[in-house]
């Protein structure tokens, strides 16, 4: 069983520029959650894609925006970073959304904004 | 906007103590998880208590979650170097991938 894998590891970019984060769900997961967690703080829900739709935002402007695939990987993307968007991004699948349904978490991907 | 706040925030014990986190809320939660996470590391899943007054055990961890399903606590018998980590609980309402996360509480056991 192959679990939840992110890429890349780690990035750098620039305030203003684009970027594009990828994840691949665990085998048989329809549903892959995004979260940001910031240096010392707890994972923050950004949103959550079930069977390609968007299924729930939590509090981020537009300029975050996601896409899941017909295989259930999923990306994520920024637009016009800012300095604040400096990050830990965290995919988690989990097999169908439901309250007690496990989230299986990826490593994620360390975003830097200089 | 829900809220979930864990205490204490850091932790620092000897090897061999006991130790109990905590995480309080105003809300009602349909599911609570306890997720363990290193440096470097996504957090990994611990526990997920879904009825009020439910205790579930794992070794040496004992988990509780609160008769009105708003707080939980996780109580650590006899800690070891190896448990060592961030500590989050997360609450659902409907949904367990649209959580809300605690800040965790960092511990570290010394040998």
């Known amino acids: 069983e192959t679990g939840v894998t992110q890429s890349p590891t780690h990035l750098i970019k620039t305030r203003g520029q684009q970027v594009t984060l990828r994840c691949s769900s665990q085998?048989?997961?329809?549903?892959v959650s995004w979260y940001q967690q910031a240096l010392g703080q707890g994972p923050q829900f950004i949103f959550q894609?079930?069977?390609?739709?968007?299924?729930g935002r939590g509090n981020f402007p537009p300029r975050f925006s996601g896409l899941q695939f017909p295989n259930y990987s999923s990306e994520l993307n920024v637009n016009a970073l800012e300095l604040d968007d400096s990050a830990l991004y965290l995919c988690?699948?989990?097999?169908?959304?439901?309250?007690?349904?496990?989230?299986?978490f990826g490593n994620g991907t360390r975003l830097t904004v200089t | 906007t829900q809220l979930l706040e864990q205490s204490p925030q850091f932790l620092s014990i000897q090897e061999g103590e006991n130790l109990t986190v905590y995480c309080n809320s105003s809300?009602?939660?349909?599911?609570l998880q306890w997720y363990r996470q290193e440096p470097g590391e996504g957090p990994v899943l611990l526990v997920t208590?879904?009825?009020?007054?439910e205790v579930k055990k794992l070794k040496r961890l004992t988990f509780q979650f609160g008769d009105a399903r708003k707080d939980s606590s996780l109580h650590i018998t006899a800690a070891q170097p190896g448990d060592t980590g961030l500590y989050l609980c997360?609450?659902?309402?409907?949904?367990?991938?649209?959580?809300?996360f605690g800040d965790g509480t960092t511990l570290t056991v010394k040998p």
């Open positions: 988690a699948s989990s097999l169908d959304g439901s309250y007690n349904s496990p989230l299986h």
């Open positions: 208590v879904v009825t009020g007054g």
């Open positions: 894609y079930y069977r390609e739709e968007e299924n």
């Open positions: 997360a609450g659902a309402e409907t949904n367990a991938g649209k959580s809300t």
């Open positions: 085998s048989g997961h329809n549903t």
């Open positions: 809300s009602v939660f349909s599911s």
